[in-house]
């Protein structure tokens, strides 16, 4: 079962507008909730976090938004940069106090930046 | 702070063959993951350390995965007897134990080993 979903597999924009991508969760003891940026034949690089005590984090043109009554977030890309071209995933954990944090990845979108 | 690095970037092999994979954490990170990614899918956890203790595998890591971290320092994740089903990215990440009353950490991940078995 996937318990973390990315549905839109793609997803284009044009510099200079905001991108928006989206994910969603179905387990509800996820507490703690990550970005990562993917570019081919490298591993993802970590963007932008967010725990579930709160519903908004903000780091530069990065902004990530917590629903969870519906079980939601997005990560913002305001201006969108042809640098951002790469595929974007959501991961989810669970805070297992002091063992594993792994992580539950999401497929992926990949993000096309035009210029 | 040079990251997280990963040996060898690719490696080819035939079916039934054993390799060995090399991962060298974030210094002083005292917590290593691996997880495997295959084409269109998002990576997949397979095994966690704590210092030099292994403290969760997944069902995904059969009898013919193992891992090790004998020092608490650099981990080897070994594949016997290959399949081709093997086939994927295999990435190494770490982290810290962070300082807050949370325990949840962030990741920072290696370029990956890219195994292709023939």
């Known amino acids: 079962d996937q318990q973390v979903k990315q549905n839109s597999p793609s997803l284009s924009v044009q510099e200079g507008r905001i991108s928006i991508l989206n994910c969603d969760y179905t387990?509800?003891?996820?507490?703690?909730f990550l970005w990562y940026k993917k570019y081919p034949a490298e591993g993802p690089t970590f963007l932008i976090s967010i725990s579930s005590i709160k519903d908004k984090n903000e780091d530069g043109r990065f902004t990530v938004f917590l629903n969870k009554s519906a079980k939601h977030l997005s990560l913002h890309i305001v201006p969108s940069q042809p640098g951002d071209s790469a595929v974007y995933f959501c991961?989810?954990?669970?805070?297992?106090?002091?063992?594993?944090?792994?992580?539950?990845f999401g497929t992926g979108t990949l993000l096309a930046v035009q210029p | 702070d040079t990251g997280v690095s990963q040996d060898p970037r690719h490696k080819i092999t035939k079916r039934g063959q054993n390799v060995t994979f090399r991962c060298d954490p974030i210094s002083e990170h005292n917590r290593l993951y691996w997880y495997r990614q295959t084409l269109g899918q998002g990576p997949e956890f397979l095994t966690y350390f704590q210092n030099e203790a292994q403290l969760e595998k997944s069902r995904l890591l059969s009898d013919r995965f193992s891992a090790e971290r004998p020092k608490g320092s650099f981990s080897t994740l070994e594949i016997q007897r290959t399949e081709q089903g093997d086939s994927a990215m295999y990435l190494c990440?770490?982290?810290?134990?962070?300082?807050?009353?949370?325990?949840?950490?962030?990741?920072?991940f290696g370029p990956g080993t890219r195994l292709t078995v023939l």
């Open positions: 387990n509800s003891m996820f507490d703690y």
């Open positions: 990440a770490s982290s810290t134990t962070p300082t807050s009353g949370s325990s949840v950490d962030t990741q920072y």
């Open positions: 991961a989810a954990s669970v805070d297992g106090g002091g063992a594993t944090n792994k992580l539950i």
